[in-house]
């Protein structure tokens, strides 16, 4: 299977402890996207990567969070310090980064998720 | 900012039509998007249309927008107990940049 993953799927942690999460996207996918969702609620953005470089970051991404695409292909997103609002599914997509044509799309593919619950 | 809303449940009957719907804000908003979430599953693309079109059909799928109003639709034909899930619409201002999702559509289909 060449779909996006993710791991570990689940991960429980006590508050206070760091955490971090591995993508691996579509290969030959130059862009990578994290998302937070929580229950009931849409996917929010948190940042995203063309190949290396780290593009953009919602204010949503506080400063315990970090996140790294270190050879333009897996990313790691950190969270250190978890606090209990931390608890959330947190998704990467990838996309072939591919400027769109009139009316073409650079379709996000998403992975299964890490489901993050703090104590 | 930008907001997407939507309405939180809609049950059918099996093989009737079913229609969700979304509004949104962004007036710059190029792509418009739904997703489907099914249980353990991650997020699947179902269809897109961009902003210059009122219309897509796709096999059992119809998505409209109106542009003025700043509504977009999903009608799904012949309904299956296989379509419920959770239904997304999103938006974003270019083809490779970050989704603005709604907050989601249950849709349960009744055998």
């Known amino acids: 299977d060449t779909g996006v993953s993710q791991d570990p799927r689940h991960k429980i942690t006590k508050r206070g402890q760091n955490v971090t999460f591995r993508c691996d996207p579509i290969s030959e996918h130059n862009r990578l996207y994290w998302y937070r969702q929580t229950l009931g609620q849409g996917p929010e953005f948190l940042t995203y990567f063309q190949n290396e470089a780290q593009l953009e970051k919602s204010r949503l991404l506080s400063d315990r969070f970090s996140a790294e695409r270190p050879k333009g292909s897996f990313s790691t997103l950190e969270i250190q310090r978890t606090e209990q609002g931390d608890s959330a599914m947190y998704l990467c997509?990838?996309?072939?980064?591919?400027?769109?044509?009139?009316?073409?799309?650079?379709?996000?593919?998403f992975g299964p998720g890490t489901r993050l619950t703090v104590l | 900012g930008e907001d997407v809303e939507q309405s939180l449940f809609l049950s059918v009957r099996e093989g009737d039509s079913s229609v969700i719907n979304c509004t949104y804000t962004?007036?710059?908003?190029?792509?418009l998007y739904w997703y489907k979430q099914e249980p353990g599953a991650g997020l699947q693309l179902l269809t897109y249309?961009?902003?210059?079109?009122d219309m897509k059909q796709d096999q059992r799928l119809t998505v409209l927008l109106n542009k003025k109003d700043k509504h977009l639709s999903l009608r799904i034909a012949d309904t299956q107990t296989g379509d419920s899930a959770i239904y997304f619409c999103a938006e974003s201002e270019d083809s490779s940049y970050k989704l603005i999702f709604g907050s989601g559509t249950r849709l349960l289909v009744r055998p």
């Open positions: 249309i961009f902003s210059n079109m």
């Open positions: 997509a990838s996309s072939r980064g591919l400027a769109g044509g009139d009316g073409d799309t650079d379709t996000q593919y």
């Open positions: 962004d007036s710059s908003s190029t792509y």
